[in-house]
């Protein structure tokens, strides 16, 4: 009883320290990624590359998932407004809901799913076949060479995803509410642009998904570097990317939120 | 200028209190192709991240050119490493970048030559290893003894004056093990380099190496060159040489008395 007492306590501290110590380690790769920001700069092409394999390639789940969760928006918002007769103001519920909120938290999970988990199995991977030893012995640093350049594609996809989600999330309600309804098109439009406030909703939207690029870039970076150099290591890895990046972002939204809205 | 570009002193390393070097030296004169030697485990392939500074000692030194390896900053340990050239037990090489990229990624992380250059600098260490024909094909269109021919490429091809080889012929058919052989004897001859090779390949180590160090529990238990290790009547070496199953390097793992443990069932 006391034994078993005993060592559940040590699993507890053992973990609360490898949770600190992952912290730490994860700050200190930020910190070298940030170092090295400038090299990747100066080799564009790098980081086009790695647009394109972040954020192109991600683009076909994000564009048909935003036009999917633009419907339901639709549908749902229609149903409700309908109730208090102004169903002419779903464009507005449609927009708010996707550029304060939807836009950039789903457009981060699903990044987190598709790319992040990519760069988490790519950098594991390359981990594990010695691709990163063999980069160091020939004194090229890993960390300016592979993770620096998709940090920065990362941070870079992650705004315009969101931005791209918005846009066609708003045209999946259109879709709903205007031809398959029969709500006015001049009313969807008119009160939507006069009600979006640039800064407030606009701005406020590009914040929150610059800021979970950082983040899910970064929590699939270092999952991956520091993935232990089996097959086993690199799929808990994987696991933890998506599991880390999406309470990170929820639980990150909430705080983020809390600052923008002024209550 | 010394004649060993690489001196090992008093070297100690060891892994969560265990040690798995104790107070090893050894010298590697430059211009000779030196093997390193001994079973699974014996901590050959860490021997070379500790000269090439992927890891630090507990005690002792290596030195590379004249220079403590673990006292260099970022900047010194990346002047040494471009002295270097390694090659991994499976090539690593990068997986998406093509043949001709592979070999092209340090020359062109290093100069700032013009592609014309680049090319022909990539076509002259393909032809060295036979694959210039093969300059468009991607790693994985590559059978094991070809992927480590393009690595050899890639590790010479800025020129090292120390080359480092761990477990070349590792999973190799005794056609590709010859090749290999012959072209790290080669290379080393036209480069002017030195050579370290870590392996547990004996009979073909023996045929292009001019010296072999032994390295057993932790320290080196024999040097000599490979006739003398031939002739050597040192239990270890003769159980190594003659590949036989039991002798000073047991034949099991450490275990309580088999007929004490089957009665206590």
């Known amino acids: 009883m006391f034994s078993s007492l005993k060592s559940t306590i040590a699993k507890i501290g053992h973990n609360f320290i490898e949770g600190i110590w992952h912290l730490g380690a994860g700050g200190r790769l930020f910190f070298y990624i940030l170092v090295y920001l400038g090299d990747s700069v100066r080799r564009p092409s790098l980081i086009v ?15 048909v998932s935003a036009f999917f969760v633009g419907m339901v928006l639709g549908l749902q918002g229609y149903n409700t407004l309908q109730k208090y007769g102004s169903s002419e103001a779903i464009g507005v519920l449609v927009a708010l809901s996707l550029v304060r909120e939807l836009g950039p938290v789903v457009t981060a999970l699903l990044f987190a799913g598709r790319a992040g988990t990519a760069i988490t199995a790519e950098i594991g991977l390359m981990r594990a076949t010695e691709q990163l030893s063999a980069m160091e012995m020939m004194a090229v640093s890993p960390v300016g060479r592979v993770l620096a350049p998709r940090f920065l594609a990362g941070v870079i996809s992650m705004p315009i995803l969101a931005a791209l989600f918005s846009m066609i999330g708003v045209l999946g309600g259109y879709f709903v509410a205007v031809p398959l309804i029969g709500v006015d098109s001049g009313a969807f439009w008119s009160q939507m642009q006069a009600s979006v406030d640039f800064r407030e909703d606009i701005v406020n939207g590009v914040i929150k998904s610059v800021v979970f690029g950082i983040v899910c870039t970064m929590i699939a970076l270092f999952e991956g570097y520091d993935a232990p150099p089996t097959a086993e290591g690199v799929s808990r890895a994987t696991t933890r990317t998506v599991v880390y990046s999406s309470l990170a972002v929820l639980g990150l939204d909430f705080i983020l939120t809390a600052f923008m809205i002024k209550v | 200028m010394s004649d060993n570009i690489v001196e090992i002193n008093n ?15 050894m010298s590697f004169q430059r211009g000779k192709v030196v093997a390193i030697m001994g079973g699974s485990g014996s901590g050959k392939t860490t021997l070379l991240r500790l000269i090439g500074g992927q890891l630090k000692p507990i005690k002792g030194e290596v030195k590379v050119d004249g220079a403590v390896v673990h006292e260099q900053g970022r900047e010194g340990l990346f002047n040494l490493r471009r002295k270097m050239g390694m090659l991994f037990q499976f090539g690593a090489l990068f997986t998406d970048l093509s043949v ?18 680049i090319r022909d600098f990539v076509m002259l260490k393909l032809n060295a290893v036979g694959l210039r024909g093969a300059h468009n094909l991607m790693p994985t269109e590559l059978s094991g003894g070809m992927a480590r021919r393009v690595a050899l490429a890639r590790a010479v091809a800025l ?11 590792a999973g190799l058919d005794p056609i590709s093990m010859g ?21 547990h390949d004996v009979h073909e180590t023996f045929s292009f190496v001019d010296y072999v160090y032994f390295v057993s529990q932790g320290v080196v238990v024999a040097e000599g060159t490979p006739d003398e290790l031939r002739k050597s009547d040192m239990p270890f070496v003769h159980q190594f040489v003659h590949g036989e199953a039991d002798g000073p390097v047991p034949f099991h793992y450490p275990a309580a008395d088999y007929k004490l443990e089957m009665l206590r069932g």
Do not use: W
């Open chain 1, 49 to 63: 590359r790695e647009i394109y394999a972040t954020g192109v390639l991600s683009l076909l789940i994000i564009l």
């Open chain 2, 100 to 117: 001709y990229e592979n070999v092209a990624f340090p020359i062109r992380e290093h100069t700032d030559l013009p592609e014309s250059m």
């Open chain 2, 159 to 169: 020129d090292p004056q120390i080359i480092m080889y761990d477990e070349p012929f």
């Open chain 2, 11 to 25: 070297l100690s390393f060891g892994y969560k209190g265990r040690l798995l070097h104790k107070g090893i030296n």
């Open chain 2, 179 to 199: 090749v290999v052989c012959n072209l790290i004897r080669r290379l080393n001859d036209a480069l002017g380099a030195t050579s370290i090779v870590v392996t």
